[in-house]
């Protein structure tokens, strides 16, 4: 991909794809579903994931799976406040964005 | 590189952040080799380097203000993360100023400790300093006083060559003539050195004299300014 994703846009997505499971999720599942939409590396999620849970937007649990403890991660009450800060944002600057790419096609 | 390698590695790098930090970082890579399930070799690879790893935690927990307020700006206002760090921020700089205040204490400190040691090792020094101006124009004074002896004392010499030459005269004509001459003309020469030499002296010895009041009269005036 030719755009960078800034730490703000990483945020709302780990945000979006943690929060379509209303159990929670795990590293590995969200590492997979965010590979799903941009290109990034493991090395920057886990930061992400650990400054969320920090800001408490994000809780962490231990759920045994498969005789081991695994770590699920769930959207706070807050984390969904802010996703949807974040989605609200993102209609306005991606409208915009396409607005203007389109709108110049069509005039 | 197998995944205890990995593991073994990521945590020798993270040595240096909080325990709590390390501990969270080692569950969640383990976890994730263990949900992975590939080949470990293939996972590894996905992770990339342990450094890369260990590296992108540190900067997240060390220079994480950096990076949030860099959200901020992408994102604008609204975002706690930039709000937090931004409060972390004026924790770190009211930390530094608090840092600053105690250097200038330690400041004050050290320049009573200066003080007190120039009082203690710096007076013996004076004295000494003192001492030494004393024993030095003693010393000039003296010399010049012996090279005015010396002087009068080749007057004397010279007269009394000139008397023992008149009383040998008549039994050895030769010595008593040579005596005479030889005398006499130490004595003029004598004569003229001591002159010279007062002469000098009457005109050396009140010029240094005004001269070091000079000096003195400055050095107090400049202490006065400071």
Same mark, same amino acid.
């Given at each position: 991909m030719v755009f960078n994703t800034g730490a703000a846009l990483l945020d709302a997505i780990v945000l979006a794809v943690v929060s379509r499971e209303a159990e929670g999720t795990y590293g590995y599942k969200i590492t997979q579903?965010?590979? %799903?939409?941009?290109? #990034?590396?493991?090395?920057?999620?886990?930061?992400?994931? @650990? =400054?969320?849970? &920090?800001? %408490?937007?994000?809780? #962490?649990?231990?759920?045994?799976?498969?005789?081991?403890? @695994? =770590?699920?991660? &769930?959207?706070?009450?807050?984390?969904?406040?802010?996703?949807?800060?974040?989605?609200?944002?993102?209609?306005?600057?991606?409208?915009?964005?396409?607005?203007?790419?389109?709108?110049?096609?069509?005039? | 590189m197998n995944r205890i390698e990995f593991m073994t590695e990521l945590a020798a790098l993270l040595q240096d952040v909080p325990v709590e930090e390390r501990k969270e970082a080692m569950q969640y890579y383990n976890d994730y080799f263990d949900d992975a399930g590939e080949e470990e070799k293939d996972v590894v690879k996905e992770l990339g380097s342990p450094e890369k790893v260990a590296e992108n935690i540190k900067k997240d927990l060390g220079i994480q203000t950096e990076i949030a307020s860099g959200g901020a700006q992408n994102t604008g206002a609204n975002h706690t993360g930039a709000q937090d760090a931004r409060a972390q921020n004026n924790g770190t700089q009211n930390v530094g100023t608090q840092n600053v205040g105690t250097q200038e204490q330690s400041n004050h400190i050290w320049k009573i400790v200066l003080i007190v040691l120039v009082v203690i090792f710096g007076l013996p020094l004076l004295l000494g300093i003192g001492g030494g101006v004393l024993g030095l124009l003693a010393g000039i004074i003296a010399t010049v006083f012996s090279v005015i002896l010396t002087a009068v004392l080749v007057v004397v010499s010279g007269v009394l060559a000139v008397v023992s030459g008149i009383a040998l005269l008549i039994a050895e004509p030769a010595v008593g003539l040579a005596l005479i001459g030889g005398g006499l003309i130490a004595g003029v020469c004598g004569v003229i050195a001591s002159v010279l030499l007062v002469k000098l002296c009457m005109i050396a010895f009140p010029a240094a004299g005004r001269w070091i009041t000079k000096m003195w009269n400055k050095v107090k005036n400049r202490k006065k300014v400071a």
């Open positions: 579903d965010v590979r %799903g939409a941009i290109d #990034v590396s493991e090395s920057t999620l886990y930061p992400v994931l @650990r =400054r969320l849970q &920090k800001d %408490g937007c994000l809780v #962490v649990y231990d759920r045994q799976f498969d005789g081991r403890n @695994r =770590r699920y991660y &769930k959207v706070t009450e807050r984390g969904r406040d802010q996703l949807e800060i974040y989605r609200t944002e993102w209609k306005e600057y991606s409208l915009k964005i396409s607005n203007l790419f389109e709108g110049g096609v069509i005039a | -």
